[in-house]
C-alpha cells in the first residue's frame, strides 16, 4: 500500500489507499459508488508489468453497469491527478479487454498508421481472450522505448511503436464496476 495512493472523483487531494480500497485476502478489492484509481508514486521505464484480475461478481456488489476498468501506463510524472489522466491505458471492458486508449494527446503507430491525437483515442485489440466473468484473467504489458505489448491470458492482444509517452507512473482504474486485482509484479526490461 505505501507505493500507492488513492485518487477519486470526488478527491480533492490525494487518498490513502485503504481509504478508497479494500485491501484482503491478498487482493486489491475496488467497489463503489465513486469512480477512481490507484498510483503508483513512482515512474517506471522499460519494465514489464503483470497482474491479474476477475469482475467481482457477488450478489452485495452487483451492478447493472458495463463492466468497465483499466490499467493505465506511462502516466508522466507531472501530470495533474484528474479522471483520467494523460497516457496509456489497457482497456479492461466487455467485449473490448485489450484495446488501447490513448489519453490527452497521446500517439503511437499501430500497424504502422500514427494513431490520431486526441482527449481519448481507442485502437482496437486484435483478437478476444477474456475469461467469462468471476474467473481470473491475466495481463502483462511490456513498454519498452516506445514499443508496447499487450497480452491477455497468455496471448498477443494488441502492440504499437514510437508511442508519445514512454514512461510514467501505473494505475489501476475503478470505473464503477467492481474487479479485484491481485499478483502485481512489475520488472525493469532492457530487451
Request: proline share 4%.
Amino acid at each position: 500500500m505505501n507505493d500507492w495512493y488513492a485518487f477519486t472523483k470526488t478527491s480533492t487531494e490525494r487518498l490513502e489507499p485503504s481509504k478508497a480500497y479494500d485491501f484482503s485476502d491478498g487482493m486489491i478489492r475496488m467497489y463503489g459508488e465513486n469512480n477512481g484509481y490507484l498510483m503508483s508514486q513512482k515512474s517506471f521505464k522499460n519494465f514489464e508489468l503483470s497482474l491479474e484480475y476477475r469482475w467481482n461478481i457477488e450478489e452485495k456488489f452487483k451492478t447493472k453497469n458495463k463492466k468497465n476498468s483499466g490499467v493505465m501506463y506511462n502516466i508522466p510524472a507531472d501530470s495533474p491527478d484528474k479522471i483520467w489522466p494523460k497516457g496509456i491505458q489497457f482497456q479492461i471492458k466487455e467485449n473490448t479487454t485489450g484495446d488501447f486508449i490513448f489519453l490527452d494527446q497521446v500517439t503511437a503507430k499501430v500497424n504502422g498508421k500514427l494513431v490520431e491525437a486526441g482527449a481519448s483515442v481507442t485502437s482496437p485489440k486484435f483478437i478476444e481472450n477474456e475469461k467469462p466473468y468471476g474467473e481470473w484473467n491475466s495481463i502483462v504489458i511490456k513498454s519498452l522505448n516506445g514499443k508496447i505489448t499487450q497480452y491477455l491470458n497468455g496471448k498477443l492482444v494488441n502492440e504499437c511503436e514510437e508511442a508519445s509517452s514512454k514512461e510514467g507512473k501505473i494505475s489501476l482504474n475503478y470505473e464503477s464496476s467492481p474487479i479485484d486485482f491481485r499478483n502485481i509484479q512489475l520488472h525493469n526490461i532492457s530487451k
